[in-house]
């Protein structure tokens, strides 16, 4: 079956740290991985990753994928408390193959940053 | 410029009743889906659909049914509720390509 694995599940840091949050994955059939940011309702999207190596980056945030070794992370530099939320990652497939459709999210990763 | 909008925002219902959850998107796009979130779970898969008239089981679909008989709306129906439906709702559109996933603002429903 395939799966996506966020850690750590929750981090707790103050304003100014920089924070990595990581995302594993064993799925088949891999098209893309996306980052989602969820503060009190719906996702917002943040990056999306297709081709090992190369950075995304929005502002204080940054992304990058690892093809071979199946990972992701997302970089936080000189966090605010505006960045407390919870970050969702997710592979998309390019199958809609059996009950997982076809956009597997990991259980994300609760980030509190205190003042 | 709506993007997807869910109705309702909130509900309560009662163990054993029923109701339905409206999705509604205006982006024209081909792909819809219905999620729950419980805390510490991340986004579970309930149905998708791939098109007009077509739907499919996710991960989770037990007490749920769909329908998607016109493509802009996606419907979410809890036949007879019961408090392990108590969640957080979500439905998210995409056009199929290489593309973010576009979600509505979820409706938060409470069986008891």
């Known amino acids: 079956e395939d799966k996506v694995v966020q850690s750590p599940l929750s981090l707790v840091v103050h304003e100014g740290d920089t924070v990595t949050l990581n995302c594993s994955y064993e799925v088949t059939n891999f098209r893309s991985l996306l980052w989602y940011k969820q503060e009190k309702k719906a996702p917002t999207f943040l990056f999306m990753l297709?081709?090992?190596?190369i950075e995304k980056k929005s502002g204080r945030l940054s992304s990058i994928l690892d093809k071979k070794e199946l990972f992701s992370i997302l970089n936080i530099t000189a966090t605010q408390t505006g960045d407390s939320a919870i970050y969702l990652c997710a592979v998309e497939k390019k199958d809609y193959g059996g009950s997982q459709g076809n956009l597997i999210f990991g259980k994300g990763t609760k980030l509190s940053v205190k003042p | 410029n709506a993007g997807v909008t869910q109705t309702p925002k909130f509900r309560v219902l009662k163990t054993g009743q029923s109701m339905t959850l409206l999705c509604a998107q205006d982006?024209?796009?081909?792909?819809m889906y219905w999620y729950r979130q419980d805390p510490g779970m991340g986004l579970r898969l309930i149905h998708y659909?791939?098109?007009?008239?077509?739907?499919a089981k996710g991960e989770v679909p037990d007490g749920y049914n769909v329908s998607r008989l016109k493509k802009q709306n996606f419907l979410l129906g809890l036949e007879s509720a019961a408090p392990s439906q108590t969640s957080v709702y979500f439905c998210?559109?995409?056009?199929?390509?290489?593309?973010?996933?576009?979600f509505g603002s979820g409706t938060r429903l409470t069986v008891v």
């Open positions: 659909s791939v098109g007009e008239g077509t739907t």
């Open positions: 297709t081709s090992s190596g």
């Open positions: 998210a559109s995409s056009n199929g390509q290489l593309y973010g996933y576009t």
């Open positions: 982006m024209n796009h081909e792909y």
